[in-house]
C-alpha cells in the first residue's frame, strides 16, 4: 500500500497542495487580522474573547480544506475515471480495491495533517499577533490550551472524513463539478456561526458528516471490481 501511495502521490505532484496550503493559511490569518484590526479601531469588537476567534478561525480552516479535499478527489479520482486513464492502472496485477484505498488514503491523510497543522499554526500565529495588537480583549487562559489542541484533533478528523462525502456526487457520473459543488454545500452547512446557534463550534454534525463521508468511501472502494470503464 505504501508504494501505491508514493506512486499516486508523484503523479499528482502534490507541490501545488503544499503551496496551496501555505499561501490559504497567510490569507486567513491576513483576514482575521484586518477584520479584528478594523473593527477595534472604529471602537468596535469582533472578537468577543478567545473562545469566538478560535470559533471562527478553525471554520475557516475546515472550510477551506474540504474544497482542497474536493480538488484531490477530482485529480486523483474523478479525472482518472472521466478520462478514462484509470484503465491504465486496472491492467496492473494490483486489486483495484487497494489502488482506489491508496487514492482515498491520501485524500484523508492529507486533509487531517494539513487542517491541524493549519490550526495549530493559524492559533499560535493568532495569539501572537494579539499580544502586540490586543485585538481581543483579555488574556488566553491556561485551562483552555489542551481542550483547545484536543478539539483541534477532533476537527481534523471530523474534516477528514467529511471531505469523502463529495466523492459520493462526484462518482455519478464522473463529474468534476459536481465534486466541487458539493464539498461548497457541504461548507455551507457545518460553517455557519451566529450568537444564536453556531454549527461551526458544534462537533457532533461534522463528526457524523464524518462517519457519511467514511462509509461514502468504503463504498465507493467495494465497487471498484464491479465498476467498467467503456
Known amino acids: 500500500m505504501s508504494a ?6 508523484k503523479k499528482v505532484k502534490i507541490g501545488w497542495y503544499v503551496k496551496g496550503a501555505i499561501i490559504a493559511n497567510i490569507l486567513i490569518l491576513s483576514f482575521l487580522f484586518i477584520i479584528g484590526y478594523v473593527e477595534k479601531w472604529e471602537g468596535n ?10 470559533i471562527i478561525l478553525g471554520a475557516l480552516v475546515r472550510a477551506t480544506f474540504i474544497i482542497f479535499a474536493a480538488v484531490l478527489i477530482v485529480k486523483l ?8 486513464t484509470v484503465t491504465v492502472l486496472f491492467t496492473y496485477p494490483i486489486s483495484r480495491k487497494k489502488l482506489m484505498g491508496a487514492k482515498l488514503m491520501i485524500v484523508g491523510c492529507l486533509t487531517f495533517i494539513t487542517v491541524m497543522i493549519s490550526n495549530l499554526f493559524l492559533l499560535g500565529a493568532f495569539i501572537a499577533l494579539n499580544f502586540f495588537f490586543d485585538i481581543i480583549p483579555g488574556t488566553l487562559p491556561v485551562d483552555k490550551v489542551v481542550p483547545q489542541i484536543i478539539s483541534v484533533i477532533t476537527f481534523a478528523f471530523a474534516t477528514a472524513g467529511t471531505s469523502f462525502i463529495s466523492l459520493y456526487f462526484g462518482m455519478k457520473k464522473f463529474s468534476v463539478p459536481a465534486t466541487i459543488i458539493s464539498s461548497i454545500v457541504i461548507v455551507a452547512i ?8 453556531s454549527v461551526a463550534s458544534n462537533v ?5 458528516l464524518a462517519v457519511v463521508g467514511i462509509c461514502v468511501a468504503f463504498m465507493v472502494i467495494r465497487r471498484m471490481e464491479k465498476i467498467d470503464i467503456i
Open 4 to 9: 501505491l501511495i508514493k506512486l499516486e502521490l
Open 45 to 54: 469588537s469582533v472578537f468577543i474573547n478567545y473562545d469566538e476567534a478560535f
Open 77 to 84: 479520482v474523478i479525472e482518472e475515471f472521466k478520462n478514462k
Open 190 to 197: 457545518i460553517s455557519s456561526h451566529n450568537p444564536v446557534f
Open 204 to 208: 457532533y454534525l461534522p463528526l457524523l
